[in-house]
């Protein structure tokens, strides 16, 4: 069995994830339940998928739970742009966590065609 702590991927997304909890945390309290809780479900759904892909028997199960991982990276990417046009972060705020998406897609890109 394969284990997700050993994927610097995963690694990569739990630390996005503790930076998205971060940085919600200053969002509106209006917002609380609509984009804060959606970026914070598409944040920890990455290192989510990661691990439970590891739990499967086969590469092509575990690169299926990869593509979800990545669509939930996609899904952040955009609540984070939404997020400067709406004024809850500035440009500056959002370019560490859009690296860090970009990063991290790119890694999963190359665990999926690795996998396939």
């Known amino acids: ?3 997700y702590k050993n994927y610097s991927v995963w690694e990569k997304a739990h630390k996005l994830t503790l930076d998205v909890y971060q940085i919600v945390a200053n969002y509106p309290q209006e917002e609380l339940y609509s984009l ?3 970026m914070k479900r598409s944040s920890s759904s990455i290192p989510t998928n ?5 739990g499967r028997k086969s590469d092509k199960d575990f690169a299926r739970f990869l593509y979800i991982a990545f669509g939930s990276a996609n899904e952040l990417e955009y609540q984070i742009l939404l997020s400067i046009d709406l004024y809850f972060i500035t440009e500056a705020e959002s370019k560490p966590l859009l ?10 890109n190359s ?3 690795k996998l396939n």
């Not at 990661?50 to 590891?54: D, K, Q, S, T």
């Not at 690296?99 to 999963?108: F, N, T, W």
């Open 50 to 54: 990661i691990a439970e892909g590891c």
């Open 111 to 113: 665990l999926i065609q």
């Open 1 to 3: 069995m394969r284990n």
């Open 99 to 108: 690296l860090q998406v970009e990063e991290i897609k790119k890694m999963l």
């Open 36 to 38: 804060v809780s959606q």
